[in-house]
């Protein structure tokens, strides 16, 4: 197994700048599965100089980065909430009736 340095990996991952948003998606989507592949490589007892582990980590920080930046999610309004909470009451009220029936 050949161990790559970790500005080597960052470099790898990167962008070259953001300003083309396709380039940054699809090293995102990269990324992605990069994460799917590795994480049945990297338990909790795997050692944090393990190579799977360090390019884990540090793809994992670059899709946080870019979900951060690009996905960003605000707090909901009032409004918002109370329809989440009306929607969550429905779903229960109809599992329970739904348990009723059997």
């Not at 960052?10 to 989507?29: H, I, N, P, W």
């Not at 795997?46 to 999610?73: C, G, Q, W």
């Not at 309004?77 to 348990?99: F, G, M, N, W």
Request: overall charge negative; some cysteine.
């Amino acid at each position: 197994m050949k161990i790559v340095s970790h500005s080597k990996l960052k470099q790898f991952y990167e962008t070259k700048g953001y300003e083309d948003s396709r380039v940054a998606l699809k090293q995102y989507k990269l990324a992605v599965a990069k994460i799917e592949e590795l994480l049945p490589l990297v338990n909790d007892n795997t050692p944090a100089n393990d190579p799977k582990a360090r390019e884990l980590s540090l793809v994992s920080d670059m899709v946080i980065e870019y979900e951060n930046t690009h996905f960003l999610i605000g707090k909901p309004t009032v409004d918002e909430l109370v329809a989440l909470s009306l929607e969550e009451k429905e779903v229960i009220r109809k599992k329970e009736y739904h348990l009723q029936l059997c």
